[in-house]
């Protein structure tokens, strides 16, 4: 009866905290204006390229449809 149990249901939560911590220490640590402006460059370079593709290609099929439509080939 004099046997008192305690519960330890308590989470230490400083593990998964230093664990973050870590993780956002070498992303800042490589982080400068210069990385950020490269990654946008390509990102905005990447999203012109596949819409002028993207473009072409509706122009192509467009003028073979056409083509063979019987409408003439037009440009």
């Not at 870590?22 to 990654?39: E, P």
């Not at 390509?42 to 509706?58: D, E, K, N, P, S």
């Amino acid at each position: 009866m004099g046997d008192t149990q305690t519960s330890t249901n308590a989470f230490d939560f400083s593990a998964v905290k230093s664990g973050i911590e870590s993780v956002l220490a070498v992303f800042t640590a490589n982080l400068t204006v210069a990385n950020i402006a490269s990654v946008l460059g390509i990102v905005v370079v990447a999203c012109l390229t596949l819409y002028l593709f993207y473009w072409g290609a509706r122009k192509g099929i467009a003028m073979l449809q056409s083509a063979f439509s019987g409408h003439g080939f037009h440009v």
